[in-house]
């Protein structure tokens, strides 16, 4: 089993700026990509942006530019740092794990953190 915890999230104002981070506990699971979803009220969830242990990565367009994913394999630890916020990125943004033992292949969600982005 993977745990996920997430931190950073909170209320900024339209144009500012916030950091998420998310951990991974130890586990003999091996992570091979970690990343980012967020729900907003009334939507699916989507996602956000990747990153995989070899260091691609992948961005919603709606944040290219915008938001950076980076990632410490080593640490299990993931974040983003969002740049130019605006009010539609309010949501809950979840940190999600791709992991695997062997052939066994799972995914790993954490509990979300807020974000709203207002004024």
């Known amino acids: 089993q993977v745990q996920l915890v997430e931190s950073g999230g909170g209320l900024v104002q339209p144009g500012g700026s916030l950091r998420l981070s998310c951990a991974a506990s130890r586990s003999a699971f091996s992570i091979d990509a970690m990343g980012w979803y967020r729900q907003a009220p009334g939507k699916q969830r989507e996602l956000v942006a990747t990153i995989t242990s070899g260091g691609s990565t992948s961005y919603a367009d709606s944040v290219k530019g915008r938001f950076t994913v980076s990632g410490d394999f080593a640490k299990n630890t993931v974040y983003l740092q969002m740049n130019s916020l605006k009010p539609e990125d309010t949501a809950v943004y979840s940190c999600?794990?791709?992991?695997?033992?062997?052939?066994?292949?799972?995914?790993?969600w954490g509990q979300g953190t807020q974000v709203t982005v207002s004024s």
């Open positions: 999600n794990a791709v992991a695997h033992l062997g052939i066994v292949r799972r995914t790993y």
